[in-house]
């Protein structure tokens, strides 16, 4: 065994870490504390309680898990089930889903095919937030919108998908805009994979599918906890669908980061807006642990 | 168990032509091995037996059946890859296993199939580890497991040795043939090693350029080299070619630098076979030469260029003019350096090959 030294000093080494630790401190650590101590005050942006915040204990944490009415559009319950609803659709179903089938379909071919597929998806993923979401209302639109032409063409109605799907219409849009990591991240884990895998699964008899659930999945698994790991956070938290539903109609479409940005943006109730962040927060965290211990298993089992 | 036939087989990649309109016909139960420089195309030919490639044209035959258009799935035959292909997420019994666990064997029966198979390879021990944790031999016999497990048609190996260490390889060589001759199963068998070749095979065929050059067992192709190319890829050193010009009068062979070799017995055969003054290649194996006290009819004078004594042997190459010959000598006091040598050259044993390669007495 070759005992690896460090090459600088445990000193040394601390104050190459101070610069980006003062910007964590700053900026993450910070401002997750204030919002944890604003959480407990009933701050406002306006009115009295904006001059003198009072503190209130557990009073806004006690209000959102209020569950007489917990599940009733507008509130916390309802914005927690559709994001849950949003992360399995666009996060576990959609990006993974469809990145992994992309990138198993297109393994080890080339042509054009691949090329226009893998540019289009990447395009979808580059594009500024305010112009993707300006096209896909452009596109979900009742009546000028380009899918309802095509289904008027085609005879088969139109359909207010803004409205009447809401919630489906911002997966579907989150599924498109973020596939391309997945599919990238995905695509270059099966470049990884010896051919001789595949090959020697198929001249032992393993079928496509064989092969695919039993070398495949298990020898990209770090990837695909890692992809899981990354995604799920980034849909949870993802504010886009704000700019194509707004939430509505009615609150259908209203995910966590909706919520919390109506209720201390829009309603300028600063501390309960910070209560729904800490459960944010606890929800990521969460959710991270139990992921990257996932990860370690693996590494200790390999 | 099956014979194999491979009938016109051609394969193309783009313009290139990596295999070309190959017929081979491998008996049942024969080790039979391809051998070539990489790129000419034995990999290709292999891996259409398996499947992984479809023929660009030709048919092939396994047994009575034609596979030409049968994915690898159906065709009943068993590949061992060069770097061996196990799976790491999986121990040694799964990977050996998986082959009967693809076909829905029940586990019991999987288990003890796997073990009566790693018994015969010794491997009964490591069953539980992963393939990560065995040594390179280790690994090439859970390769060589997995594919005898489910008693297939056909045993196709693509250089199974080459990431072993030298010694290793020897040991795993000879323990290759006596399983292979102890089943009988049918094997083609792909290298770029002669020797490998020459030690496993019952018989060779010799590929360059996607094209079978000769096939015989290892001593025809070792003492009838259909041409220089095999003459020279067969052999340790290889057999010495050297550029001659034939003299019908005097039935004499003159080399370059002017000195002569007497034809002797095989003046009169050489005369039927080339024209007077037809230049062409005398083909010598190293092991046939030796060194003369003096000048004769068939000595030539040579300059010692290097002496490696290897043992049992002593490997002498000499220069003539600007040619190099090698010789294996069994002799105690070898010459030295830059010495100048006469070497004899058996005419009996010697080959005659025409300018274009080809092999003509």
């Keep these: ?302 | 168990m099956a014979r194999i036939r491979l009938e016109e087989l051609r394969k193309t990649f783009g313009p290139v032509v990596a295999v070309d309109d190959l017929t081979l016909s491998i008996e049942d139960g024969e080790f039979f091995a391809l051998l070539g420089p990489s790129g000419c195309g034995k990999t290709t030919t292999l891996r259409l037996v398996a499947g992984l490639e479809r023929p660009t044209h030709g048919r092939i035959f396994i047994g009575e059946r034609e596979v030409t258009d049968l994915p690898p799935q159906a065709r009943d035959v068993a590949m061992v890859f060069q770097d061996y292909a196990l799976y790491p997420h999986m121990t040694v019994m799964e990977n050996i296993g998986y082959p009967l666990r693809v076909r829905r064997y029940p586990r019991a029966e999987i288990e003890r199939r796997v073990r009566e198979v790693a018994e015969v390879l010794q491997i009964a021990d490591l069953l539980d580890r992963r393939p990560g944790q065995l040594s390179g031999g280790q690994q090439q016999r859970a390769a060589v497991a997995r594919a005898l497990v489910y008693q297939p048609q056909a045993f196709l190996f693509d250089e199974p040795l080459s990431n072993l260490d030298a010694k290793l390889r020897l040991e795993a060589r000879s323990f290759l043939k006596h399983l292979q001759k102890s089943l009988g199963i049918t094997t083609i068998y792909v290298t770029h090693d002669q020797a490998e070749a020459m030690a496993l095979a019952d018989r060779i065929g010799v590929m360059d350029r996607g094209r079978l050059l000769q096939v015989g067992t290892p001593l025809e192709i070792y003492r009838r080299p259909r041409n220089t190319f095999v003459a020279t890829f067969i052999g340790s050193p290889p057999m010495n070619l050297i550029r001659c010009r034939f003299h019908s009068a005097e039935a004499v062979l003159a080399l370059e630098d002017g000195q002569a070799i007497a034809l002797g017995e095989r003046g009169e055969a050489l005369r039927r076979a080339f024209r007077d003054g037809e230049p062409l290649w005398l083909g010598v194996r190293p092991e046939h030469l030796s060194l003369a006290e003096g000048p004769g009819p068939t000595h030539l004078s040579a300059r010692v260029y290097a002496v490696e004594p290897l043992g049992v042997e002593t490997l002498v190459t000499v220069q003539i003019n600007n040619e190099r010959i090698a010789l294996r000598l069994s002799m105690d006091e070898p010459p030295v350096l830059r010495e100048q040598v006469w070497v004899r050259v058996p005419m009996e044993r010697a080959l005659f090959f025409r300018e274009n390669g080809e092999l003509a007495l």
């Design chain 1, 1 to 302: 065994m070759v005992q690896r030294r460090p090459i600088l000093s445990p000193a040394v080494g601390m104050l190459f870490l101070l610069p980006a630790l003062g910007f964590v401190l700053v900026f993450l650590v910070f401002p997750s504390l204030w919002v944890l101590q604003i959480s407990l005050t009933n701050q406002t942006l306006t009115g009295e309680a904006a001059l003198r915040p009072q503190f209130v204990g557990l009073a806004n944490f006690q209000a959102l898990f209020d569950f007489e009415n917990w599940m009733i559009r507008g509130y916390f319950g309802n914005a927690l089930r559709n994001a849950v609803f949003f992360v399995i659709g666009s996060a576990l179903i959609g990006q993974a889903g469809l990145g992994l089938a992309i990138a198993w379909a297109f393994h080890r071919r080339r042509g054009l095919l691949r090329e226009a597929l893998y540019t289009l998806v990447i395009l979808a993923w580059i594009i500024p937030d305010v112009v993707v979401a300006f096209m896909w209302v452009a596109y979900l639109d009742r009546d000028q919108g380009t899918l309802n032409a095509i289904l008027s063409t085609l005879r088969l109605g139109r359909v207010d998908w803004l409205i009447d799907h809401p919630l489906l219409s911002i997966i579907i849009f989150n599924t498109w805009r973020g596939t391309a990591f997945s599919m990238l991240l995905f695509s270059s884990a099966l470049a990884t994979l010896p051919p001789s895998y595949l090959e020697a699964a198929a001249v032992a008899g393993a079928s496509a599918w064989q092969a695919f659930r039993d070398i495949i999945l298990p020898s990209i698994r770090s990837h695909i906890i890692t992809d899981l790991v990354l995604i799920t956070l980034w849909t949870f938290n993802t504010f886009t669908p704000y700019l194509i539903t707004g939430g509505g109609p009615t609150f259908r479409s209203e995910v966590v980061s909706i919520y919390t940005f109506r209720i201390a943006f829009q309603h300028f109730e600063f501390g309960r807006g910070a209560a729904v962040a800490v459960v944010m927060m606890v929800i990521n965290l969460i959710l991270a642990l139990i992921y990257l211990s996932t990860l370690r298993r693996e590494a200790v089992a390999r």
